[in-house]
């Protein structure tokens, strides 16, 4: 990772993008090894979470967003299109351009990324505990794109893959892993963290991924839900 890139990127980010504030920060450790689990609301969720929180993040990234020959499609499909609303032929044109910046950018600042084959699957595994062996922190936002959308707290529901993290950490350091959830609420302009929930090496692994995945997706919605009651709080009342 570029240490002095990543600096200016999440400047930029909170600086000229962002600008919102971290809620529950004593929650944070002081450094790795650790799991940050965050809701995703688009293209907003990484920038808010890179720009709020104070550590070098290694980020779970779609492989094909790394890749120089699929990132221009994935990009008009996923966010061209559909977030900036550039209609096509054009589309294709703006996602060309960003993919010329993103890709070097995100390999720059050491994204992690996530194919969707068992082979692949396991690979992102491996580097990933790599990683956190050596003390890193991963960021990742494990919504599942197949599924809807709940209108109350803009996700839908999390996969559970990335839970397995917490029992090969734990097969390769003898360490109990620590997951920390982060919920962005993009009215009020907040990155909430939530407690960590650590691994259990004492639960029979499929059962401790459910419950990880569980438990983070519900400390999540209650972060986002408070937020939006708090921004709701916050209007001010007509004369």
């Given at each position: ?14 600086e000229l993008i962002w600008g919102g504030d971290l809620l529950g ?101 491996r580097l990933s505990v790599d990683l956190l062996a050596e003390g ?87 972060m986002y839900l408070q937020a939006s009651r708090c921004e709701i ?7």
């Amino acid at each position: 990772m570029n240490d002095r890139l990543y600096r200016f990127v999440r400047w930029c980010f909170q600086e000229l993008i962002w600008g919102g504030d971290l809620l529950g920060a004593d929650y944070l450790p002081e450094r790795g090894p650790a799991v940050f689990v965050s809701n995703h609301l688009g293209a907003l969720g990484p920038i808010a979470v890179g720009a709020a929180i104070p550590l070098p993040l290694r980020a779970w990234i779609q492989a094909d967003m790394l890749d120089p020959l699929l990132a221009a499609d994935y990009l008009r499909r996923d966010f061209v299109e559909p977030q900036l609303r550039v209609p096509p032929p054009f589309s294709r044109f703006v996602a060309d351009a960003i993919s010329k910046i993103h890709i070097p950018l995100l390999r720059a600042v050491g994204g992690i990324p996530v194919y969707h084959t068992p082979e692949g699957s396991l690979e992102t595994l491996r580097l990933s505990v790599d990683l956190l062996a050596e003390g890193n922190v991963i960021l990742i936002f494990p919504e599942d794109p197949a599924l809807p959308m709940d209108p109350r707290y803009r996700m839908t529901p999390f996969q559970k893959g990335f839970a397995r993290l917490g029992e090969l950490y734990f097969e390769r350091v003898g360490k109990s892993l620590s997951f920390y959830p982060l919920a962005v609420h993009a009215e009020s302009f907040t990155v909430r963290v939530g407690r960590p929930v650590r691994y259990n090496p004492f639960v029979k692994p499929a059962v401790e991924r459910v419950r990880i995945k569980n438990l983070l997706e519900q400390a999540i919605h209650e972060m986002y839900l408070q937020a939006s009651r708090c921004e709701i709080v916050q209007i001010p009342l007509p004369n």
